[in-house]
């Protein structure tokens, strides 16, 4: 799409809820096809500034944000830039996985169908098509008309990813995707997340520092509102140049 | 001083445990010298003031229920005649010869119709008694010389002015929820949940009076129906008593919705409404019911509103626009007048029962829809 490489680049993004500051001037470029990191500790701005990138914070009041979000060298936060598209076009997995009270089918179902497709069979192939890239199918394909509330923690969030997936983003944003996960359950998440970016840029809020070392390739580390250091993932566990991210990420601190 | 005595005493204490561990009465005679706040801390004590309280409290608690328990009994005790004909008193006929009856302002198409219906019934019935067939007959016309508890009537004219309140009030309300739950800027939020929820604390005859005096000739003007004062009046007036209702049950349970299900809905890019219609509103949807079911059994039970705006009128019709007379109503109009243990008296019980079931199967049922199957609904079962 973007000659350069970069699918997200952002531009002196700051941010603040009300007057407290809580981004400053993050300048970042976020590579096609990879998966890129976000780490640091507890109120860093590194949940802030992913939900800067698909403008979710446009829901909280108060939030003030200056600076370019380059979406496909876009600035999506210009005014006539419609955040529905955005969001269709930049997914987002939450912390708590967070299913509709609607069965499986449903679930997946939900985004094609805002979107104007209601053919029986087109849903069925799209329903299938995103459970089996959330790895999620050959559990559920014998019900999926139950609640998806009914499924285990570790499934809920893959039918999550599986009704992001459905509705056929090129970013997908994941905010501590596998926080709540027990450990085996997260070991499939991040399987699924290696094979996902093949085909889609993820950017992954982490708090598990072994977790951004496995599945990323670039890792952003946040501290207070700032943006410490930004590399190839391996330099930042190997050889960071901060002194800051060096404490961080051997776990002198945070 | 004491506070300088206390770790001392207790290091006696301590000591004397420690030096004297094998024998027991010294060590007994010193802790009673000592008190028995600090041998016997562990000890269950009787607080008199908690326990009044808490007693008092619960007893306060099943006073409300004991309430309307014997309102139920009461009530249904009350009708219970009915249901043995033969122990209902026969009203004094000699003396209602000469009374007047209600028939004589009837159109003169309407009296002859009257007339015949009068004779067939009158074929029918042995002196105007609460038998079922009677009971179960197309006049209200209980003082007269052949009185007639026909409730017919009166059950089709509560379910017209019900229905036209409920169809009014519930899109209504559930829109309005709908703008406050998921739309409105904070400030507009703000004055609309309190304003609306004021609605529900303006007296009903104050509704009722509103209704008589100003609704009923700005909705003549507007839809030219024939009687000012008809099923469809008294049903937009009521509406303005349910409307409270369901929108404050409606708003609470879209309120209840989880933020993360919205915020998962607008990410998949949906807009506000889609998130809203196709989200919010279905999650929902068991409080809605409830809020629903409540109203009906407000508009069903809702005395004075419709006694003013209804024209009061027994009249058996499909028609909306012609003049009701509701089962409430009717209690409400009636019971001042009639004697004591009279049929009539036994009826009207009959109908608070009959009003009194219903309600308080709406209430159970929509009890049940909220705590149950919308809880369930967020929990996963």
Redesign the interface.
């Known amino acids: 799409m973007n000659q350069n490489g970069y699918k997200i680049t952002t531009r002196n993004l700051s941010l603040s809820y009300g007057p407290k500051l809580a981004l400053k001037d993050i300048s970042v470029g976020i590579r096609t096809n990879y998966v890129t990191a976000l780490i640091g500790p507890s109120g860093c701005g590194k949940s802030t500034f992913l939900r800067a990138l698909n403008r979710m914070n446009d829901l909280i009041d108060g939030v003030q944000t200056s600076g370019e979000v380059l979406v496909d060298d876009i600035d999506v936060y210009r005014n006539d830039v419609d955040v529905v598209a955005l969001r269709k076009k930049v997914g987002m997995i939450f912390q708590r996985s967070n299913p509709f009270p609607k069965s499986i089918y449903d679930n997946i179902a939900y985004g094609p169908r805002i979107n104007g497709i209601h053919e029986k069979n087109k849903l069925d192939q799209i329903v299938e098509r995103s459970l089996k890239q959330a790895a999620l199918w050959d559990e559920v394909k014998d019900d999926l008309k139950k609640s998806g509330l009914a499924l285990s923690g570790g499934q809920q969030q893959r039918l999550c990813i599986a009704r992001a997936l459905a509705v056929d983003p090129e970013v997908i944003l994941m905010d501590e995707p596998a926080s709540a996960l027990d450990p085996l359950a997260t070991a499939k998440i991040e399987e699924l997340i290696f094979e996902l970016k093949e085909k889609y840029t993820i950017v992954i809020v982490t708090h598990n520092m072994q977790q951004a070392a496995r599945v990323s390739d670039y890792t952003a580390f946040f501290y207070i509102g700032k943006l410490i250091e930004f590399d190839e993932t391996k330099n930042i566990f190997t050889s960071p140049k901060e002194k800051q991210t060096e404490d961080y990420v051997t776990g002198r601190f945070g | 001083m004491q506070a300088l005595q206390a770790p001392n005493k207790s290091e006696t204490t301590l000591r004397s445990i420690t030096t004297t561990s094998n024998t027991t009465t010294p060590l007994a005679s010193q802790g009673n010298h000592d008190g028995d706040s600090t041998k016997l801390w562990w000890k269950k004590r009787f607080r008199l003031g908690e326990f009044l309280i808490e007693k008092s409290i619960t007893a306060i608690s099943f006073l409300s229920f004991a309430f309307i328990a014997l309102i139920f009994v009461f009530v249904f005790r009350e009708s219970l005649p009915i249901f043995s004909t033969s122990a209902v008193k026969k009203p004094a006929e000699t003396k209602q010869v000469q009374q007047e009856t209600y028939g004589d302002e009837t159109p003169a198409a309407e009296l002859q119709q009257q007339v015949d219906e009068r004779k067939r019934s009158v074929e029918n019935l042995e002196e105007g008694g609460a038998t079922a067939a009677n009971l179960a007959g197309k006049i209200w016309q209980p003082v007269s010389s052949k009185p007639k508890y026909g409730m017919l009537p009166l059950i089709v004219g509560s379910l017209k002015v019900t229905a036209v309140a409920v169809l009014f009030s519930a899109p209504m309300a559930i829109l309005a929820a709908l703008f406050t739950a998921a739309f409105a800027p ?1 400030w507009a939020k703000e004055l609309l949940k309190p304003a609306i929820e004021i609605l529900a604390g303006i007296p009903s005859v104050v509704i009722g009076f509103f209704a008589l005096i100003a609704m009923a000739t700005f909705l003549q003007k507007t839809f030219g129906f024939q009687y000012r004062l008809n099923a469809f009046v008294g049903g937009i007036a009521l509406s303005l008593a349910v409307i409270p209702i369901i929108y404050t049950i409606t708003e609470d349970s879209l309120s209840r919705v ?1 933020k ?2 919205t ?9 506000k409404w ?1 998130t809203a219609l ?2 919010v509103l ?2 929902a949807s068991p409080g809605i019911f409830a809020g629903i079911l409540l109203g009906i059994g407000r508009a069903f039970g809702e005395t004075m509103i419709v006694l003013m705006a209804t024209g009061n009128a027994s009249i058996l019709s499909g028609d909306l626009f012609e003049p009701v007379r509701t089962m409430s109503a009717t209690i409400g109009a009636e019971m001042g007048e009639v004697v004591f243990g009279d049929t009539h008296y036994t009826v009207l019980f009959f109908i608070g029962a009959v009003l009194f079931l219903f309600t308080f199967t709406l209430n159970a049922i929509a009890e049940v829809f909220i705590r149950q199957r919308l809880m369930k ?5």
Do not use: D, M, N, T
């Open positions: 904070k989880p993360v299900i915020e998962a809905s607008l990410a998949l890019g949906a807009s889609q196709f989200v279905p999650a609904r967020f929990e996963g079962q």
